[in-house]
């Protein structure tokens, strides 16, 4: 005799409550039945504790002995870890989208693609960039060091020869430059003065 591990229905309409039962597989579904293992109930969420209600000693039990758990039932069971998950195989290609549809899927792929693909660019430039002038700082920091060098040596050497110079061409200078330079000084004047005229 095959047996099932099957549920049987019970409650009211639309108020739907199952018995999980042993039952011989050529019984009614609400027929006679060897053993009643659990309860389910559908009705509530899915994480209630009152959902799946079930004797684990019982149904490994007849799982041993060689009843075949339905597809429902071995989803059940493959939930509470007893068996594994049946496998779904998709016969036809109703569940697919339509021509349009997939035409309409793709290009969305294709954007999204290229819009990565600028980011990415984008994201390159910016590091290529942030690279260059950290490569050129230091070049112009080695360049200082030999414009200062210079800089000194040239006040070093140009510097002491004026200042000793200066006040010998003060002492040399003779008396008659004096009235040249007091000349020059009486002249810059008088252009200024012809200048005022005019806005007067």
């Known amino acids: 005799m095959a047996t099932k591990i099957r549920l049987a229905r019970g409650g009211s309409k639309k108020r739907p409550f199952y018995r ?6 050529r019984a009614p579904r609400d027929g006679n039945f060897i053993e009643k293992i659990g309860n389910f109930n559908p009705m509530v969420p899915k994480d209630h504790k009152e959902r799946v209600v079930i004797s684990k000693e019982r149904a490994e039990h007849w799982l041993k ?10 989803r059940i069971l493959s939930e509470l870890g007893m068996m594994e998950a049946p496998k779904i195989t998709e016969k036809t290609k109703k569940h697919l989208p339509k021509a349009k549809a997939q035409e309409r899927v793709k290009a969305k792929e294709e954007a999204a693609l290229k819009a990565e693909e600028d980011a990415k660019a984008a994201a390159e430039a910016a590091k290529a960039e942030a690279e260059k002038p950290a490569e050129e700082v ?3 920091t080695e360049e200082q060091p030999v414009q200062e060098e210079k800089s000194s040596e040239v ?3 140009e510097i002491p020869a004026p200042a000793e110079e200066a006040p010998a061409a003060t002492e040399e200078a003779p008396a008659d430059e004096a009235p040249a330079a007091t000349e020059e000084a009486s002249t810059e004047p008088e252009p200024a003065k012809k200048e005022e005229q005019p806005k007067e």
């Open 20 to 25: 999980i039962v042993v039952a011989d597989e």
């Open 65 to 74: 002995v060689g009843a075949q758990p339905t597809e429902r039932m071995q």
């Open 155 to 157: 006040t070093s050497e």
């Open 138 to 140: 230091p070049a112009s």
